[in-house]
Nanobody
């Protein structure tokens, strides 16, 4: 009863920008947590950015000052604006929601399908 769909990503040159979007839909009652993760080949999935219900944000040191996470509560959507991209940002990016939904008990967690971001010249 909950669907999560990501969009954005692609191939960009070093120094370029991309914007990722992720929308949750279905029988959602409230969203507590919105995060972006990424996983590079041969590496563990890592937390990139988090935004709370109140709009407070937190970033991995590797992306501070370059990435910006935001949310549109009315649309149950989060965004990741990525600027000054580097080759080491190449990874599959996943959005992640912690939310309350009808027919689920407590807070449930849902992942997006993942979108490839490749930074290369």
């Amino acid at each position: 009863q909950v669907q999560v769909v990501e969009s954005g990503g692609g191939l960009v040159q070093p120094g370029g920008s991309l914007r990722l979007s992720c929308a949750a839909s279905g029988s959602i009652l409230s969203i507590n947590e919105m995060d972006w993760y990424r996983q590079a080949p041969g590496k563990q999935r890592e937390l990139v950015a988090t935004i709370t219900t109140g709009g407070n944000t937190n970033y991995a040191d590797s992306v501070k000052g370059r990435f910006t996470i935001s949310r549109d509560n009315a649309k149950n959507t989060m965004y990741l604006q990525m600027n000054s991209l580097k080759p080491e940002d190449t990874a599959v990016y996943y959005c992640h929601f912690g939310l309350r939904a009808r027919f689920f008990t407590g807070i449930s967690y849902f992942w997006g399908q993942g979108t490839q971001v490749t930074v290369s010249s």
